[in-house]
């Protein structure tokens, strides 16, 4: 009886962790990633040191990555909403969903690119005119 007291704690507990983890990688990482973009300035040693030119190309590769990266969390949460009418919540689902996420913003990952042109471009080409329209 007192094993499976504990056993539901540690799952309870484990459950919460998970679900910080989630709070913490899918929304607070991003925001916070985008809120030092918005307010990047370079100094004028950095302007000297590498260029204008080279300055500018390298923000807008930053730029376009965070962009890159809240549409695949976006397309994320789009389908765990789908799933979530037919999976319900348990400690192997969460922990599937982190390690998805954690695999979407990891730095160097892959992911979001193949995210964003294999699925978003995709259905974006094939609606263009009609998302234009409304847009």
């Known amino acids: 009886m007192l094993l499976g007291i504990l056993i539901v704690i540690m799952l309870f507990v484990l459950s ?7 709070i913490l990688l899918s ?3 991003p925001i ?5 973009l918005i307010e990047q300035k370079p100094s004028s040693e ?3 040191k590498e260029g204008k030119e080279q300055q500018e190309i390298r923000t807008k590769e930053v730029h376009r990555r965070v962009c890159i990266l809240w549409i695949s ?3 994320f949460y789009i389908i765990q909403a789908l799933l979530s009418t037919v999976i319900k ?3 192997i ?3 599937v969903r982190l390690a998805v996420l954690v695999w979407i913003v990891l730095p160097k990952s892959p992911a979001p690119e193949m995210i964003s042109k294999g699925l978003v471009a995709r259905v974006y080409e094939r609606f263009k005119e ?3 329209n409304v847009l």
Do not use: K, R
């Not at 919460?16 to 989630?22: E, G, K």
């Not at 916070?32 to 030092?36: D, F, G």
């Open 16 to 22: 919460a962790f998970i679900t910080v983890l989630i």
């Open 27 to 29: 929304f607070v990482y």
């Open 32 to 36: 916070l990633l985008t809120y030092m």
């Open 46 to 48: 950095q302007i000297e």
């Open 73 to 75: 969390i976006g397309v």
């Open 89 to 91: 919540d348990n400690i």
């Open 93 to 95: 689902y969460s922990i």
């Open 130 to 132: 009609p998302i234009q």
